[in-house]
């Protein structure tokens, strides 16, 4: 492989490296992949490597030289037979994943990272900072005071009900339309159970069985994958469906769940159950991440 | 699918994780890229020196803070520190800057404040400058005692001033920025900004290559592995505070959104998420290859133990004190 060989192939890794990055970006694939926060460097970095390409080009036709004798520190520029194998490495991995990587993980990926399933294992907030109210003895509900949850979610902190009922949004039927981590906010927060409780709600997520207290086979995690830079960090959250009857839907389908919202108190903690009225299989969201 | 009893491995899965992790990670090598570029072309190896003070201790000591001012990530701070040590900045005050940056700088500091609502923010923000400050002024003092022949790469080392040889052979104007500035004094802008572009394309290759390598494992972890197996080590402080160091290393996360998981953490201690935060920014899967690009590997290895034993050993004396 002569040097001029290796020299061009370095502008051709930057230009493939660049079409990948301009590919995710502009076919929108990104926003699975990203934080939105993040996906406009995506395109200035395509930019940036493409005008790099453009430099190396010109400086290589402005002069014979290159970083290839001894005393350069660029690994690349020093290989002569690993040469060939560091742009393969450079090249054929990320162009692969590009073409069989699709825009979300499998059921095996959301078990090994653990679903959650309560709002103690969100970030921002901790189980010191929720106040657990646990029912009394007689199977009353439980009356706790309000717990200075410091990141709750704001859209839903309506004070009274006719201030829920207005903030709300709400699909055509009236159904209250939820993400799942409101519902597990409002399971530990007993200043925003009431926006919910006993309320007709409306949510989508991806369907998973559950295995812990199902005995009848009826009831099945509703879940999410919640993002906060990029899909390497997401963690999938989940609510618990009480369908009813066996369902017989494909594990990781996307299902839109219409039913009535409960907190019982399971395993020691209160927890959120939409009692499903229907559950119907529907296309991914146009942002299938949560942020 | 190869589904082992706690391994499960999807090559969709792994090509999504994989993809994710370059996609964030590539647009901060590359500013780091043009930096090492920039500094390469236009800034002559004296004025490195000229600025700092005499005294080694307290350039340490300003090293360790000046990511507060030039705030850098992991990633981005190999490269711009390979440059400076090109460049003629003291190893122990580059490696000062390097350790620190990617944990005292202000998006850092925001982001774990962030994070940690509900979870005493500003004793996690304040514990995790600190930590970070104090660890890597020490490697500083420690590096500072160690002679450039035995830390630094031979090639990194040819390159220093005063030793440099004829790195770059060229023939008609060189495109060697640093020559172009020592040797010719001031040299044609667009020589200058090619030799930039030049050098900031090789130095991302070179870091991309293990930024690949780098994002593999952390992605085969990542989706592979069964994460909640550690979750029984959250009992006992000095385990917890291992375990959590030890899945930072292999998660390989930015230092600036780690926080948000390390505060998701909620079985685990304080004091072992604050390991997680401090050691993850300063050594991981990634940064074992990207350290190797400078410093010798024995270097990069006795650097990954002292970090873990330090850090371990700080976190758990913490914990005795209830945080």
Redesign the interface.
Known sequence: MTNSFSRWL?CA??VA?SAI?MH?YFSGR?AS??HPM?RP??L??AG??L???I??A??FS????G?D??????????MTAGRII?FL??LL??C???A???????A??M????V?TDA??????????VDFPMPSGDGTAPSAPAP????SPVVYAGTTENAANDYLPKSKSGAIIVQVPDLLYAAQDSSLRPDFQDKTIELIGQWMPDQVNNSKGSRFKLVRMLM??????A?PVAVLVEDGKKSKIPEMSWVSVTGRVTFPTEGGRMIAVVKADQVVVTDPPEETMLY | MINAHFFTFSFTDFAYSFLSILFEGIPFLLLGSLLSGIVDAFIPAKVMTRFLPKNSGIAILMSGLLGAIFPMCECGSVMVVRRLIKKGLPISCATTYMLAAPIVNPVVALSTFAAFRGQSPWVMMSLRLTLGFVISVTVGFVVRQISPENLLQKKILDSLPGRRRTAFRMGTPSLDPTNLIEETGAPHFRIRLLGAARSAASDFLDVAFLLVIGAALASLFNTAVDQTRILPLASSPMLSTMSLMVLAFFLALCSTSDAFIAASLVSFPFVAKLAFLVFGAMFDLKLYFLYGLIYKRRFVIGLLIGLFVGISLICLRLSVMNL
């Not at chain 1, 402005?62 to 030289?65: R, V």
């Not at chain 1, 078990?111 to 653990?114: A, E, L, S, Y």
């Open positions: 370095s890794t930057l490296w990055l995710f990104i992949f990203l993040f460097f995506v200035i970095s940036v490597m005008l790099l390409a430099g190396l010109l400086s402005s002069t014979d030289g970083c004798e001894e005393g350069c520190a660029h690994s690349f520029g020093q560091t490495i450079l991995p990320i692969a994943a590009s069989v990587s699709t825009d979300g993980f499998g095996s990926t078990m090994n990272r653990g959650v103690s294992g969100l970030n921002s907030v901790s189980k010191s900072s200075a949850v410091a990141s906060v830079c990029c899909a390497a960090d963690r």
